[in-house]
């Protein structure tokens, strides 16, 4: 069996999951509502204040889409009920941005500003000039766009300037050393 397939997952109070045929789940929670179409091989059942998902047979292809099944529908029960967030730092002198409405702009050392505006169902907040929190009740739009914002301008190894998720170390070198 798979260890996190056979995990069975507590629905909260508050949160409606109703599933259709062909796997499409759809989760209503506090935070908001959820669908996802999930693999069809997968046998998803709802007991009582838990979902369970089984696998038919124990093809390599199977026990991997078991986990993978589990751990989405986890995922979408999460994110209606307590949400994702992902935290972001900018680092540099003169580096720093700016929220205007649904718009960021961003001053990472380029010639122009950099802007980039919010997707649907995401949200940022500004603390200060250099730390960008990214909120959202989808574990993965969060993720992605999180890392669309890193990728503006990635961390160097030298000195450390870019953005950076908060929880992320960056491997410093060593720069040059002066001709004796």
Do not use: W
């Not at 993978?68 to 979408?76: D, E, F, G, K, V």
């Not at 766009?145 to 060593?174: F, H, N, Q, S, T």
Request: glycine share 12%.
């Amino acid at each position: 069996m798979s260890r996190i397939g056979r995990l069975p997952i507590e629905i909260p109070a508050g949160v409606e999951i109703k599933i259709e045929e062909g796997n499409k789940v759809t989760v209503k929670g506090p935070k908001g509502t959820l669908e996802k179409c999930l693999p069809v091989e997968m046998t998803i059942k709802q007991e009582g204040t838990e979902l369970i998902v089984t696998r038919p047979n124990d093809l390599k292809k199977m026990k991997s889409l078991h986990g993978l099944t589990r751990s989405l529908l986890a995922n979408m029960v999460t994110g209606v009920t307590e949400g994702y967030q992902k935290t972001l730092e900018i680092n540099g002198v003169g580096y720093r941005a700016s929220k205007k409405g649904k718009e960021i702009s961003f001053n990472l050392g380029f010639s122009h500003p950099v802007s980039m505006t919010d997707p649907e169902g995401i949200e940022t907040e500004m603390e200060g000039q250099n730390i960008i929190h990214v909120k959202g009740i989808d574990k993965e739009k969060v993720g992605q766009y999180a890392a669309e914002i890193r990728d503006l301008r990635r961390p160097e190894p030298y000195k450390g300037k870019g953005i950076k998720y908060a929880d992320e170390v960056i491997r410093r070198k060593v720069g040059k050393t002066g001709a004796k």
